[in-house]
């Protein structure tokens, strides 16, 4: 890896609007990076400040820290294929998009951060044409595999511009999950801009910052995750290049997420859309007391879940799910070989790696029953009703610890999930 100075830096204006007095919320400390996954026996593991501050001009709660992107997402290992909810979603989430943005057999649809080509395929299915920009080349060479033709690029203005050109311009261009990502927000959303046909409809997806406050998602928070957008926030980039959001979807993705759509021209704006502006202004989450309570609660919630780990002294406890949002919670909390045996995970190019910070190895459901845990430890929360109807199928009987949203707690069968969460 290169000398740390020369791949990470801290910033001291807003990412959005420029702003210089940022206002400091919440420090996670130092730590690896999320999704960076170690072989056995790999040496020292870097680490690096993870630290969150507030914009009192545009709204935007964000990263301090910006890591190059060719070190976060050069080469990927989260695969939305691997997720049955996600694939399931796939098809939710693509009708929806039809319907709002009028497409129709043979329109062009770009994705930026196209992944394994998960969603694109939905599309194609219906008689559209396709391309998914996506900068990691092994996940990029998945979904080429899987009949999705992709620009294995990072997607900026220049790259935009080239698309267009082979392409033609699209009629609508998705971003699910990848704004929040950008270190170049600016040179992204021109990207957009000048790319999306004229009549077109742009779809952006984010783990919605009033969700990761109110919940209490800190676990959300990781070195790619560079901006927290609220609809207001994100609504105050677009604007900037004459891009105007006209309506919103709620997802179920992270755990609580909200699809944006915008166009060129100005749209009357969905009943929803004005109903989310007020919901953010009641809650004030577009306001600094909002995460500043928020990092409060984030300190406490580590307290009650060391508390409960402590509690359950003498079993053995299994992690399910070595996501990276379950790096940076894990990191936080100094959970480690003191409290977990190992971590489970269906991602075969997860398998056989440690966790980021080299302590903990990642294995098969098999490898992970082999444990005889009395405890499973959904680190994967916002998937615990897949995991938990996973684990009964596979004959796990015992209890499983639920982290978030809010406050941890133990749940001692599937059927409570319901009411619990």
Not at 89 to 113: K, N, Q
Not at 165 to 175: D, E, F, L, Q, V
Not at 215 to 226: A, F, G, K, T
């Amino acid at each position: 890896m290169a000398p740390m100075s020369k791949i990470f830096e801290t910033i001291t204006a807003c990412r959005i609007c420029g702003y210089k007095g940022l206002k400091d919320v919440l420090n996670l400390g130092e730590q690896p990076l999320a999704n960076a996954l170690v072989r056995p026996a790999a040496g020292r593991i870097e680490k690096f400040p993870l630290s969150t501050a507030f914009c009192p001009e545009c709204s935007l709660f964000q990263l301090r820290e910006t890591l190059r992107k060719e070190v976060l997402f050069d080469r990927y290992v989260w695969v939305t294929g691997t997720s049955k909810c996600a694939q399931e979603y796939a098809g939710i989430f693509s009708g929806r998009v039809i319907d709002r943005s009028g497409l129709r057999r043979g329109d062009m649809v770009f994705e930026i951060a196209s992944n394994d080509g998960t969603v694109l395929r939905q599309f194609a299915a219906r008689g559209m044409k396709v391309l998914g920009i996506e900068p990691a080349r092994n996940i990029a060479e998945m979904a080429v595999r899987n009949g999705v033709p992709t620009d294995c690029s990072y997607w900026d203005a220049s790259s935009a511009k080239t698309a267009v050109a082979r392409y033609g311009r699209p009629k609508t261009i998705i971003a699910r999950n990848v704004i929040p990502h950008v270190s170049d927000l600016h040179g992204v959303t021109e990207g957009i801009a000048s790319a999306l046909s004229d009549d077109g409809t742009g779809v952006i997806e984010f783990h919605s910052g009033a969700v990761i406050a109110r919940d209490l998602h800190y676990d959300s928070i990781y070195h790619e995750h560079l901006c927290y957008f609220t609809a207001h926030s994100l609504g105050n980039l677009l604007e900037r290049y004459g891009l105007y959001p006209f309506a919103v979807d709620e997802s179920p993705i992270s755990g609580g997420s909200i699809v944006l759509y915008f166009s060129k021209t100005k749209r009357p704006q969905q009943p929803e859309y004005g109903e989310l502006l007020c919901a953010e202004k009641r809650s004030g989450i577009n306001k600094f007391a909002a995460w500043e309570k928020f990092a409060g609660y984030a300190i406490d919630h580590r307290e009650k879940m060391l508390d409960l780990l402590k509690s359950l002294s003498g079993k053995v406890i299994v992690g399910f799910g070595a996501s990276a949002r379950s790096a940076t919670f894990i990191n936080f909390c100094g959970i480690g070989p003191n409290y977990l045996r190992a971590i489970i995970d269906n991602n075969p190019l997860k398998q056989g790696c440690m966790t980021p910070a080299g302590d903990l190895p990642i294995v098969s459901f098999e490898e992970g029953l082999a444990f005889r845990p009395d405890v499973i430890f959904i680190l994967a929360w916002n998937f615990a009703g897949e995991i938990m109807d996973e684990c009964a199928r596979r004959g796990f009987r015992g209890q499983y610890i639920v982290p978030f949203p809010k406050a941890p707690r133990v749940i001692s069968a599937p059927q409570l999930m319901a009411r619990e969460l």
